[in-house]
């Protein structure tokens, strides 16, 4: 089974469900919620039993566990919530991360906090992606602006989960999911699968690998693998009290992630050199791209990766502008971490640009903003 | 099969205190999945957060030790992705019926291929002692100092209410009949649940005048009705009190079509 090759005009959120086929998913548990509930139903469509299993779980919690279970058992396996479901999934997003289980969450954000705003876009669960679960963890997570990298970037976010063996995240919202438009299906699309250990023996797997990433054991192959969020060490001997166990395993889980940060981060450049440049990512940066396209004085770079930070290119983009604009559709979530890359970098000054309440800011909610700078 | 071929070796001392029920329970177990000659390579056991929850870490198979409550969605997402497998989950009292009751009566209705062993010692044992929802009435825990006000949970009795193609329950007192029910659990299509009183002297029996574990097993000899006799005479079976009585035997038999029939899931390529 593959999405078949082609143009479409789709909904983002059907857009994923292409980008998902296309990657390999075979099994999805979803629970219905407002405004992500488009990628079950159209799952459920594809995945009918014989070629793939959908199934509809009784709360969230069951949806990610379900999904975990699915991948040890060889399958790309994925979920896709918004913020309600996603914070009941936070447990298990830490037994992903400890346990180096491949699997995809896609969180189609609305506002909050609680209930919130089901069906207007936010991007109010960027930390909680990151920080959402307990202890240190890292994880990889995209940011799609467009119908089109609703499609690409569920792919990426597959391909670097099955490369990393890290929870991967989609972080779209309400704006982009149900935004429709143009989607090509090329023939040809990189798909990348996890590392099995095959016929090696489990212990034959315990040198750590340059990419700090060990083979995958999959279940009914003979390796007896113990999988566990408790703290154990590389042969699954399960070791609580041991520290030197702890803090390699902790320490190697966060540096596979930090340390092919080069290999896994995304972005788009427009009018790279500007004296102002803004940056932003998902919907937000939707009104910044028409100022950036219209503004020869104004770039724009936009992180189609967010976790981990993209902090290179913002580096970059900092050393040679004279003030920046970040642009988010929360009250400053990923502000704090940009400021601190830009000003080590040397810009003099970071500015906010935040907009809550489900509208993504207009070309002219960002052309006043810069105004104030002295920017247009 | 041999008893340490199945079993992980290595991997002892376990954490079973002395007098421990889930030893008994482990025994009954590879009895029966010896018998019916299963395959450990295509067997992966499943468990949560607990005493009894511990159990796959020492069986010499694929194990998934996972979070609390969640064994039984993480054994239905495993078990569908790759239906060549056998799904076992090992579970306890407050993992099964408190923290993941929602999953263990679901799991009961949707009828995916699992055997499911609760291990019901009444208490939580791995944090010290707390009343759990199977605590029986008025009895002591660190939890409940005066004495438990809430009433139990039956557990048997909800796995039929919801669904569950085989449901029965015993004591670590009655061994042969567990056996006999573990190994029919695991012979059967659809959802399999098998619930053993167990005793925990060290956090349950010592509070509640039972430190000695062979009083509690004479206890559970005592207090046991079989089901059949149970009806006849009138008893309320749905609330399993073991101040008065513990309802053993197959509860329910079933053959109800599973998920993975009804989906027409054989084996993914």
Request: aromatic share 8%.
């Amino acid at each position: 089974m593959k999405a078949q090759a082609g143009e479409y005009f789709l909904q983002g959120n059907e857009a994923c469900v292409e980008g998902a086929i296309t990657a390999g998913v075979r099994f999805f548990a979803g629970y219905p919620i407002t405004p992500s509930t488009e990628i079950a139903e159209g799952l459920a469509r594809r995945l009918t039993g014989k070629d793939g299993t959908f199934l509809q779980m009784e709360d969230e919690i069951a949806c990610i566990s379900a999904v975990i279970g699915a991948s040890w058992g060889g399958m790309k396996a994925m979920t896709a919530t918004s913020g309600p479901g996603f914070s009941l999934m936070q447990e298990a997003i830490g037994y992903a991360a400890m346990s180096e289980t491949p699997i995809l969450i896609v969180n189609v954000m609305r506002g909050g906090p609680s209930t919130g705003q089901p069906t207007r876009a936010s991007q109010g669960d960027v930390m909680q992606t990151k920080w959402g679960s307990h202890g240190d963890y890292q994880v990889i997570a995209f940011a799609p602006a467009s119908v089109q990298e609703m499609f690409d970037l569920t792919v990426e976010a597959l391909n670097y989960s099955e490369k990393y063996r890290v929870p991967g995240f989609l972080l779209s919202d309400a704006e982009v999911g149900h935004m429709r438009g143009l989607l090509r299906i090329p023939e040809d699309v990189k798909i990348v699968d996890r590392k099995e250990l095959g016929r090696k023996r489990l212990d034959e797997a315990y040198d750590v690998p340059d990419d700090l990433v060990h083979p995958f054991p999959v279940f009914g192959q003979g390796h007896k693998a113990v999988i566990t969020g408790m703290t154990h060490t590389e042969d699954s001997r399960i070791e609580p009290e041991d520290e030197k166990v702890h803090e390699e395993l902790v320490t190697r889980l966060n540096e596979k992630v930090l340390k092919n940060r080069k290999d896994i981060n995304k972005w788009d450049l427009m009018c790279p050199g500007s004296k102002t440049m803004i940056v932003s990512y998902g919907a937000a940066a939707l009104g910044p791209m028409e100022i950036a396209a219209a503004n020869d004085k104004v770039g724009l770079l936009r992180l189609k990766s967010v976790w981990p930070l993209p902090e290179e290119p913002i580096a970059e983009v900092a050393r040679e502008c004279d003030q920046m604009l970040v642009c988010e559709m929360n009250l400053g979530q990923l502000f704090g971490d940009i400021k601190r890359v830009a000003l080590e970098a040397g810009c003099r000054k970071v500015e906010l640009l935040s907009k809550i309440g489900g509208d993504p800011p207009t070309p002219s909610d960002v052309r006043h903003r810069l105004k104030q700078m002295g920017g247009v | 099969m041999e008893l340490f071929d199945f079993y992980r070796k290595d991997r002892w001392p376990h954490v079973f205190c002395p007098g421990c029920g889930n030893g008994t329970v482990m025994n009954c177990f590879y009895r029966a999945f010896s018998d019916l000659g299963l395959s450990l390579d295509k067997t992966v056991f499943v468990g949560g957060i607990g005493c009894s929850s511990r159990i796959p870490l020492y069986i010499n198979s694929d194990a998934l030790h996972t979070t609390h409550g969640r064994a039984i969605a993480f054994a239905t997402g495993l078990r569908l992705s790759n239906p060549g497998l056998k799904v076992v989950v090992f579970t306890g009292d407050g993992d099964l019926g408190a923290i993941g009751g929602n999953h263990f009566i679901n799991g009961c209705r949707r009828n995916v291929e699992l055997t499911v062993v609760c291990i019901n010692n009444n208490i939580y044992g791995m944090t010290g002692g707390q009343a759990s929802i199977t605590t029986p009435h008025e009895f002591l825990s660190t939890t409940t100092p005066q004495g438990n006000k809430e009433y139990p949970f039956d557990l048997a009795e909800i796995a039929v209410a919801a669904g569950a193609n085989y449901v029965a329950r015993w004591t670590t007192r009655q061994v042969h009949e567990l056996t006999l029910s573990l190994k029919t659990a695991l012979k059967k299509t659809g959802f399999g649940f098998v619930e053993v009183i167990s005793q925990c002297p060290t956090n349950f029996g010592r509070r509640n005048k039972m430190a000695d574990p062979s009083q509690m097993l004479e206890w559970f000899k005592e207090s046991s009705v079989r089901r059949d006799k149970a009806r006849t005479a009138a008893v309320d079976h749905v609330d399993l009190n073991l101040a008065g009585q513990i309802t053993v035997g197959e509860f329910v038999n079933r053959n109800r079509e599973s998920y993975e029939e009804l989906i027409g899931v054989v084996k993914h390529g």
